[in-house]
């Protein structure tokens, strides 16, 4: 079994199918701490900072998507 198929069991064996809200952010800090051992979410971003490059990433998308956070941009300018 390679990799994505160990993860997919894993995911399928936890039922995580759904990231939205809280329960979301919980399911990736245990999939941080099972897998990478880490005790918490904060510290899985400042060890992996691919991870943060992807948030920030996300975080530009969704701005152009997102009336709020563009106006909140647009005071920041």
Same mark, same amino acid.
């Given at each position: 079994?390679?990799? !994505?198929e160990k993860f997919r069991? =894993?995911?399928?064996?936890?039922?995580?199918?759904?990231?939205?809200?809280?329960?979301?952010?919980?399911?990736?800090?245990?999939? *941080? *701490? !099972?897998?990478?051992? =880490?005790?918490?979410i904060r510290e899985f #971003?400042a060890d992996n900072s691919? *991870?943060? !490059? *992807? #948030?920030?990433?996300?975080?530009?998308? %969704?701005?152009?998507?997102?009336?709020? %956070?563009?106006?909140? #941009?647009?005071? #920041?300018?």
């Open positions: 079994m390679d990799v !994505d069991v =894993y995911m399928d064996i936890n039922r995580f199918h759904n990231f939205e809200g809280p329960r979301g952010v919980d399911r990736v800090e245990k999939i *941080a *701490a !099972d897998i990478g051992g =880490y005790r918490d #971003l691919g *991870a943060c !490059d *992807a #948030l920030v990433e996300f975080i530009q998308e %969704w701005t152009g998507r997102n009336q709020e %956070w563009e106006q909140s #941009l647009d005071e #920041l300018l």
